[in-house]
């Protein structure tokens, strides 16, 4: 510490942190989004040998999720600041209407939940809504629902589920549904947005938040924090994907041009994008499309032109 000039040393025995350098250190200070990256660096070890033995030609295609019991404490650590502090204030009411339903009733999805803190928040504001939290991951739905018995709240679930594998009983059954970024740890992402058509109910919004990237690595070279976000996908985001039957390893860098297309093939319009104010994702508020409908049903509610373009095989 005092040879990377963090801490001082007076004399030789008498360390000092001045003041404007632990500032910067804290969680409330400016340094605060260079802190929570920097809880990544546990989970990176944790799992750096795997990773090596994915590159020799014979070796794995990726690291599955059973190896990251410690990713959705740090996941959680990134994310439950930023929504603590906006997600009921400053997120939720750029959703048209969103409030509004919450505050009468709604019953909402959260895909890829992790430790579920935004549906516990979500949960404690608006009592008269049924939150419903999904997640892979067997260790994290166990802490959320720790979290939400500490939190007093009953009206979330969380389940132990496999976002592709949603059931068909569910069917219309979501007035909205959130994907904090999640969407590009699936397998099959075409196939997960299908099957959210399926589950959201028509005219309802889908809240989707990815990192605020291009899908060119070019276009990123002046991105802040880049070589951060290009390493925290290599050591999860991407071998987790990969690590799955098949799956396509998008990585939480694919961008936003992958990201609308796949948004848009998946049967979703995007009708706003922003960058919330000091988060590192682009917010795409999605409607199901038209096109949804023959995503779902097979049949075109226009045309034939629909019907072979919601015919077309996965990616």
């Keep these: ?99 509004e339903k919450l505050e009468s009733g709604i019953t909402v999805l959260d895909v890829g939940c992790g430790e579920g803190g935004a549906s516990i928040l979500m949960a404690k504001q608006y009592p008269n809504s049924r939150f419903i939290g999904i997640d892979i991951c067997d260790y994290a739905i166990q802490q959320a629902k720790g979290y939400s018995i500490d939190a007093e709240v009953d009206n979330v679930d969380f389940q132990v589920m496999d976002a592709h594998l949603m059931p068909d009983e569910w069917e219309s059954k979501f007035d909205y549904v959130l994907a904090s970024d999640s969407l590009h740890d699936m397998a099959h992402v075409g196939v997960v947005l299908r099957k959210i058509t399926k589950v959201l109910k028509n005219g309802c919004h889908m809240s989707v938040l990815e990192v605020n990237a291009r899908s060119d690595i070019v276009d990123n070279m002046s991105m802040p924090f880049a070589s951060t976000f290009y390493t925290n996908s290599l050591f999860h985001c991407m071998t987790v994907s990969l690590a799955a039957d098949g799956g396509e390893g998008l990585g939480n860098m694919w961008g936003r041009e992958k990201t609308t297309a796949a948004l848009n093939e998946g049967g979703f319009t995007v009708i706003d994008e922003s960058v919330p104010e000091g988060w590192f994702n682009i917010h795409y508020v999605c409607i199901k499309s038209d096109r949804s409908t023959s995503m779902t049903t097979g049949r075109s509610p226009t045309d034939s032109a629909t019907s072979t373009r919601s015919s077309k095989p996965d990616n």
């Design 1 to 99: 510490m005092v040879t990377s000039r963090i801490v001082d040393i007076e004399g030789r025995d008498r360390y000092v942190l001045p003041p404007h350098r632990a500032i910067f250190l804290g969680r409330e200070g400016p340094g605060e989004e260079l802190t929570i990256l920097a809880c990544a660096l546990p989970v990176q070890s944790q799992v750096f040998e795997n990773i090596v033995e994915c590159f020799r030609k014979d070796g794995p295609r990726g690291v599955p999720y059973d190896y990251f019991d410690k990713f959705h404490g740090f996941m959680s650590q990134c994310s439950n600041i930023w929504w603590g502090k906006n997600l009921v204030s400053c997120f939720l009411p750029t959703v048209p209407g969103l409030t």
